[in-house]
């Protein structure tokens, strides 16, 4: 400020000594006069600089060019311009922390597993993730500005969002969602600002699956007790009820024996597979020889065929190498007896079944059965591990199975680190294999 004064009486000054020199007489006014409008115009000078200066655009990149650069003016404006430039400063470092913050926010939301849409007033979308635009089949940049509405063809949720009751959430297809692979999405939305609303998106095919298959479950156990349920209930009744010979009482009651023990084995199958879902992996301290194992199977096998078949089959056990197998003792062996129980049930007397153990080139080791069974067409293999699927329903019953076998099968294998592998030729024969990887197998002399 003082400058700026010392600046006025420079001019004035100098202005004054001019006048009073070249004009004696009334010089020292008009001298003065001029050195005042000359100081007037140097200052209008700079004051029209800092203007210039500052009137340019303010957008935040032009403001952050502005602060660079300030110009150099003197005195008053000089300060002011440098008052306004640590202004400007502030504010961009304000604007850089406010961007960084918002990043971070976002890459957050980004991170989510879950969909996350920010949709304005007008319902046009202002942010989506990745995860959102994958469910809805957005492009997270194109997409921006667009009216949720016209990607979204869905009525349900178009119905959801115009209702306004965000108190629950719909479920409608995905994007992607095909017939053949139906994916569910469930999708909520919160109204949040000036009716502003933020949607979360969630891919429920994997729960809608778990619970149909649960529902299925439930259904396939009942049905499955029901039947000799009702058999047992029918001969309790005519008992009770009909003065029977000796003879037809014993064979009612055999009949009802073999119901019951068609319930108890579906009971132990169950009971089996929910230890087999519920218990810690079997690690690779507790060892079983093979020999074992292959001498229990035949020996089980052996009172089946002449169970089931007056003629029996021809059976052969053979383990090329006696080694032991790391693992669960009984789960392997309630495994392996399966497949070599499914092979005498399904084998038409004088039928050919041979079980073997072998250790392949590569340490692994693989349990086979083969049969000339009635073998098994194509479309069923995937299903076979299925609970409850049958190829052969009757013979299954006839014959005492549960439908559950081969499910305990294929989550023994899985808990083993094992592969379940299964070829089949119809009219020829079928031939299930176990391989158990190479950490599982040890040969039987370093025991
Ligand atoms: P089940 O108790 O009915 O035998 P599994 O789960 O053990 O149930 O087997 C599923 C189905 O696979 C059986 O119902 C049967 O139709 C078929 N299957 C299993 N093993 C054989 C086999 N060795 N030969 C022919 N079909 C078989």
Request: glycine share 8%; net charge neutral; with cysteine.
């Given at each position: 400020m003082i400058r700026r004064w010392l600046l006025l009486a420079v001019c004035a000054f100098t202005g004054g000594a001019i006048g009073w020199t070249f004009?004696?007489?009334?010089?020292l006014p008009w001298g003065l006069l001029l050195g005042v409008l000359l100081w007037q115009l140097l200052d209008g000078l700079a004051l029209q600089r800092l203007l210039r200066w500052l009137r340019s655009e303010q957008s935040h990149e032009t403001l952050l060019l502005m602060a660079r650069a300030q110009p150099q003016l003197p005195g008053v404006w000089g300060e002011v311009a440098d008052r306004v430039r640590r202004l400007l400063k502030k504010c961009d470092q304000q604007y850089g922390d406010s961007q960084s913050r918002l990043q971070e926010f976002l890459a957050a939301l980004q991170a989510s597993p879950n969909g996350v849409v920010l949709l304005d007033a007008?319902?046009?979308?202002?942010w989506c993730n990745q995860i959102a635009a994958q469910h809805f089949g957005f492009d997270a940049e194109r997409?921006?500005?667009?009216?949720?509405a016209n990607l979204v063809r869905e009525p349900a949720f178009n119905a959801y969002l115009a209702q306004g009751d965000f108190s629950r959430e719909v479920v409608i297809p995905g994007y992607?969602?095909?017939?053949a692979r139906p994916v569910k999405l469930s999708v909520h939305a919160s109204a949040y600002g000036d009716n502003r609303k933020l949607m979360l998106s969630r891919d429920i095919t994997a729960l809608e699956q778990a619970e149909a298959m649960r529902r299925d479950f439930v259904a396939n156990v009942s049905h499955e007790i029901r039947t000799p349920l009702t058999v047992v209930a029918g001969f309790i009744e005519t008992l009770q009820n009909l003065p029977l010979k000796k003879a037809e009482r014993e064979r009612y009651l055999a009949l009802m024996a073999q119901q019951s023990q068609r319930m108890q084995s579906l009971v132990n199958d169950l009971l089996t597979l929910s230890r087999l879902e519920g218990s810690p992996l079997p690690g690779a301290t507790e060892w079983v020889a093979s020999t074992t194992l292959l001498a229990q199977c035949e020996q089980e096998a052996g009172a089946l065929s002449s169970l089931l078949a007056p003629q029996g089959h021809c059976l052969t056990f053979e383990a090329e190498q006696a080694c032991e197998l790391a693992g669960n003792a009984s789960e392997i062996r309630s495994a392996f007896s399966n497949l070599v129980n499914n092979a005498v049930r399904y084998t038409p007397e004088n039928g050919v079944i041979a079980v073997s153990w072998t250790v392949l080139a590569d340490g692994r080791g693989e349990f086979r059965v083969e049969d000339s069974g009635p073998g098994i067409a194509p479309q069923h293999l995937a299903r076979?591990?299925?609970?409850?699927?049958?190829?052969?329903r009757s013979r299954s019953r006839e014959t005492g199975?549960?439908?559950l076998g081969l499910a305990i099968v294929k989550h023994v294998a899985q808990r083993h680190g094992a592969e379940l592998k299964i070829s089949s030729q119809l009219g020829r024969g079928s031939c299930f294999r176990m391989i158990f990887p190479a950490v599982r197998v040890r040969p039987l002399a370093s025991a």
């Amino acid at each position: 400020m003082i400058r700026r004064w010392l600046l006025l009486a420079v001019c004035a000054f100098t202005g004054g000594a001019i006048g009073w020199t070249f004009m004696p007489g009334n010089g020292l006014p008009w001298g003065l006069l001029l050195g005042v409008l000359l100081w007037q115009l140097l200052d209008g000078l700079a004051l029209q600089r800092l203007l210039r200066w500052l009137r340019s655009e303010q957008s935040h990149e032009t403001l952050l060019l502005m602060a660079r650069a300030q110009p150099q003016l003197p005195g008053v404006w000089g300060e002011v311009a440098d008052r306004v430039r640590r202004l400007l400063k502030k504010c961009d470092q304000q604007y850089g922390d406010s961007q960084s913050r918002l990043q971070e926010f976002l890459a957050a939301l980004q991170a989510s597993p879950n969909g996350v849409v920010l949709l304005d007033a007008q319902g046009r979308i202002e942010w989506c993730n990745q995860i959102a635009a994958q469910h809805f089949g957005f492009d997270a940049e194109r997409d921006i500005q667009q009216h949720i509405a016209n990607l979204v063809r869905e009525p349900a949720f178009n119905a959801y969002l115009a209702q306004g009751d965000f108190s629950r959430e719909v479920v409608i297809p995905g994007y992607f969602s095909t017939p053949a692979r139906p994916v569910k999405l469930s999708v909520h939305a919160s109204a949040y600002g000036d009716n502003r609303k933020l949607m979360l998106s969630r891919d429920i095919t994997a729960l809608e699956q778990a619970e149909a298959m649960r529902r299925d479950f439930v259904a396939n156990v009942s049905h499955e007790i029901r039947t000799p349920l009702t058999v047992v209930a029918g001969f309790i009744e005519t008992l009770q009820n009909l003065p029977l010979k000796k003879a037809e009482r014993e064979r009612y009651l055999a009949l009802m024996a073999q119901q019951s023990q068609r319930m108890q084995s579906l009971v132990n199958d169950l009971l089996t597979l929910s230890r087999l879902e519920g218990s810690p992996l079997p690690g690779a301290t507790e060892w079983v020889a093979s020999t074992t194992l292959l001498a229990q199977c035949e020996q089980e096998a052996g009172a089946l065929s002449s169970l089931l078949a007056p003629q029996g089959h021809c059976l052969t056990f053979e383990a090329e190498q006696a080694c032991e197998l790391a693992g669960n003792a009984s789960e392997i062996r309630s495994a392996f007896s399966n497949l070599v129980n499914n092979a005498v049930r399904y084998t038409p007397e004088n039928g050919v079944i041979a079980v073997s153990w072998t250790v392949l080139a590569d340490g692994r080791g693989e349990f086979r059965v083969e049969d000339s069974g009635p073998g098994i067409a194509p479309q069923h293999l995937a299903r076979l591990t299925e609970r409850f699927y049958r190829v052969d329903r009757s013979r299954s019953r006839e014959t005492g199975g549960t439908g559950l076998g081969l499910a305990i099968v294929k989550h023994v294998a899985q808990r083993h680190g094992a592969e379940l592998k299964i070829s089949s030729q119809l009219g020829r024969g079928s031939c299930f294999r176990m391989i158990f990887p190479a950490v599982r197998v040890r040969p039987l002399a370093s025991a």
